[in-house]
């Protein structure tokens, strides 16, 4: 009941996320397994997580733009999107 219980608050967290959010917590989540998997301690499991997680948020960001659509910043530092 715990795992399930478990399993269920993880994906509720993940659903309000952008893909870059959840690009960066899938990737570190896979990152810290195979780095402690690989290595056996925390050190390898901490390497791991940062290299998964900045490699998701690339790959979560990439996936999130849109063809021809640019991010651009206001003067009141609002990010907004617009044609290039």
């Given at each position: 009941m715990k795992k399930i219980l478990a399993i269920i608050c993880?994906?509720?967290?993940?659903?309000?996320c952008?893909?870059?959010?959840?690009?960066a917590?899938?990737?570190?989540?896979?990152g810290a397994i195979?780095?402690?998997?690989?290595?056996g301690n925390v050190r390898g499991a901490?390497?791991?997580a940062a290299i998964?997680?900045?490699g998701g948020a690339i790959i979560?960001?990439?996936?999130?733009r849109e063809p021809d659509r640019c991010y651009y910043r206001d003067r009141y530092g609002n990010?907004?999107?617009?044609?290039?």
């Open positions: 993880v994906g509720a967290s993940l659903a309000a952008t893909a870059t959010e959840r690009g917590g899938l990737g570190a989540a896979g195979i780095g402690g998997a690989l290595s901490a390497v791991g998964g997680g900045a979560g960001n990439a996936s999130e990010r907004y999107l617009d044609y290039c």
